[in-house]
């Protein structure tokens, strides 16, 4: 079962690639999108078997290298951890593949469209299934590649072009830390298997490597290396802008890419590493930093962007801030929820967007938007659970203590709120920089709602501001389109409530099973019993306790919270808070005063200016990046290499040679007595040197 959930998508996708002009497109659509629905339907089983069922096992298929020490195999690891990564990661695969029979029915290069798909798919569970760090690597590539061809997939189209070349420029700066933090873990541990590395870890946490002429903790700096790997994949800020460039590429791309995928495979490395970051605060202060910094920085971009798919390009580079946030506190159980609940509302936002991109003809501003609610119901429908999850709108009644009344509210708020609440508790324990993440959680919780109402009201209330022939012919994408967005739909509505327990609640222990710390590992961060929505982890010391058999005794006697202490009743209404000032503050803006946003984007200012060029860092990077490597480049070709080389050497010899050959050429006068003149000079010039020969025998 493993090993078809696995290759069954690169069976697929090998098929439609190398014989997709012989056997049509509809052969290839079926046999690649089939492929990937049996690997979704065989995960789902996993899942149970390995989450609910306890089979954690590794299947060994084959020797992969063995040369001198190093010794790798290729093994697929199937723990709790892997099997919620393949059930997200197939899930939203077959769905994209599903949306995009609709989406790409006009394209007459569909069959290589969904070979690559299908290649990605098997990319990312190659990833999420490997055993070792070398095999993770194999798929962290692959995946990059695939990425690659997706996104410049409309090679004709320089702006997909150049941010394919973008994307996977970007994302090799981050692989090369990632690369040499495997050979550092090589070097220190004698073994790239995550079993052998993370079972020595603890024995090595005064061992050194010399670094830039110092002596570095090796744990922190393998920790750092590894985390910069992530930073390239899941675009954190300072390796974030090829995310929104991403979007040239097809609108189904975006969501397998952006929700559920390629962006959040380094949240997934940190959470596999966490061995290695638990024994790495310094590491860990770093991932809590740059998560933050992502989250508020995109918070803010996403204010004044106008193309709509950039918009959630830019929630999602913030939400993956949260995540990374949340697992430098060490609340990876939260990090993890949050990544499962945001595939399923970012992955119905991105293919509710290309939706409305399909109606309108290809058109993505959203200034030129406007009242389709009218044309498109069903779309206007997905689109707003999808924002109310992602916003995290919701009533955390049982948070409160309100008698038996349980939270209420879509995917986003039970985890979102969770790891703002556990940044909060952490914080309150003196872990580093946690009230900072606390109060970034909050503030991009406001801006967040904030451009997610914005982007529902210019969309689809109002007038319509475009053409009025598009309008008049804006429709309701085909089923084959709907389809998906219903399932990802419910899986937005519900997916929170019903897996909050597990992820982070008082089952988590048993749930997680050792792929990662229960909620009883180290002490607790987060208020209430199991029916609250805090994460109980955080770095520190080990809990007072042992965690019951059953898994649910500690969460009902309230023992899962080594500390006793509860967030306050503010923290927990924060978010709500908020997220309701954020909703107000769009309706008075777009709907009440309208026209307001046109005004301010008119007349410009140093604050729009700052959030619609991204904070100038494209521009900053192009400066000091492009032109200085051109500039560079210009002094060691100019000066260096034409002056000091050429000039000295092969061009230097050549001009000597020339300017010598035209003062010889001077004597070529063509009168008798000139020639006459310079043998007699030749002739002294011989009878000298014989005599001189002669005189010194």
């Known amino acids: 079962m493993a090993v078809l959930i696995v290759f069954g998508p690169l069976f697929a996708a090998a098929f439609a690639g190398l014989f997709g002009n012989f056997i049509g497109h509809r052969v290839a659509q079926i046999v690649t999108t089939g492929f990937v629905v049996v690997s979704a339907l065989l995960s789902i089983v996993n899942f149970f078997d390995v989450a609910y069922g306890g089979n954690s096992q590794t299947i060994h298929l084959a020797t992969w290298m063995s040369v001198g020490t190093f010794d790798v195999s290729w093994a697929i690891k199937l723990d709790t951890l892997s099997s919620v990564m393949l059930v997200v990661v197939t899930s939203v695969a077959s769905l994209v593949h599903i949306y995009s029979w609709g989406y790409m029915a006009n394209d007459p290069h569909r069959s290589r469209f969904f070979a690559y798909l299908s290649l990605f798919t098997f990319a990312m569970l190659a990833l999420v299934t490997a055993d070792n760090f070398l095999q993770l690597f194999f798929g962290w590539e692959g995946v990059g590649l695939a990425s690659y061809l997706l996104i410049g997939f409309w090679y004709k189209k320089k702006s997909a072009n150049d941010a394919a070349i973008k994307a996977f420029v970007t994302n090799r700066v981050g692989d090369f830390g990632f690369a040499i933090g495997i050979m550092a873990l090589f070097l220190v541990f004698g073994s790239v298997s995550f079993n052998d590395v993370f079972a020595q870890v603890g024995d090595h946490t005064a061992t050194t490597l010399a670094f830039a002429g110092m002596d570095i903790p090796a744990i922190e700096l393998i920790a750092i290396l590894l985390f910069v790997g992530a930073m390239g994949k899941s675009a954190q800020f300072f390796l974030h802008v090829w995310l929104p460039d991403a979007m040239e590429g097809p609108t189904p791309v975006s969501a397998l890419i952006h929700a559920a995928t390629m962006v959040t495979a380094g949240v997934f490395l940190v959470c596999r590493c966490f061995p290695i970051f638990e024994l790495a605060p310094n590491a860990s202060a770093f991932i809590t930093v740059i998560g933050a910094l992502t989250a508020f920085f995109a918070a803010t971009v996403g204010l004044a962007q106008n193309d709509i798919k950039r918009v959630i390009a830019y929630s999602t580079c913030s939400q993956l801030g949260y995540m990374f946030f949340a697992a430098g506190l060490g609340l990876y159980g939260a990090a993890m929820f949050h990544l499962f609940t945001h595939a399923f509302f970012k992955a119905l936002l991105f293919l509710g967007s290309g939706s409305v991109i399909h109606g309108l003809h290809d058109e993505q501003d959203m200034r030129k938007m406007g009242g389709l609610y009218k044309m498109m119901p ?320």
Do not use: C
């Open 378 to 697: 069903a779309t206007w429908i997905m689109m707003l659970i999808g924002t109310i999850a992602l916003t995290g709108v919701g009533l955390p009644f049982a948070a409160l203590g309100l008698g038996v009344l349980p939270d209420l509210g879509f995917a986003g708020f039970f985890s979102k709120d969770a790891i703002i609440e556990g940044a909060y508790m952490a914080g309150q324990q003196g872990i580093a920089f946690g009230n900072l993440a606390f109060w970034v959680g909050v503030i991009a919780a406001l801006l967040t709602s904030f451009y997610s109402w914005r982007l529902i009201f210019m969309t689809f209330n109002g007038t319509f501001r475009g053409d009025k022939h598009t309008f008049d012919h804006a429709h309701d994408p085909p089923w084959s389109m709907m389809g998906a967005l219903v399932v990802l739909a419910i899986g937005a509505i519900f997916a929170g409530g019903l897996m909050k327990n597990d992820f982070i609640g008082g089952n988590s222990a048993h749930f997680w099973n050792e792929s990662l710390p229960g909620a009883v590992h180290g002490p607790a961060v987060a208020g209430g019993d199991a029916d609250s929505h805090g994460e109980v982890v955080a770095h520190g010391e080990p809990a007072a306790h042992e965690q019951p058999d059953n898994g649910h005794a500690a969460a009902d006697e309230g023992e899962a919270h080594a500390t006793g202490e509860h967030p306050p009743v503010w923290v927990i209404l924060a978010p709500f808070v908020v997220t309701l000032i954020g909703f107000l503050a769009a309706i008075y803006a777009y709907l009440i005063n309208v026209g307001m946003g046109a005004r301010i984007a008119a007349r410009g200012g140093p604050i729009h200016s700052l959030l619609y060029n991204k904070w100038y860092v494209d521009e900053i990077y192009h400066f000091i990046f492009v032109r200085g490597a051109k500039g560079l480049g210009d002094v060691f070709w100019k000066f260096f290499d034409v002056r000091i080389i050429d000039g000295f050497g092969p061009n230097g010899v050549a001009g000597m040679t020339f300017a010598a050959a035209k003062r010889i050429a001077k004597a070529q006068s063509g009168y008798v007595y000139h020639y006459a003149f310079v043998m007699l000079i030749g002739v002294l010039g011989l009878t000298l040197w014989i005599l001189a020969g002669a005189g010194g025998q």
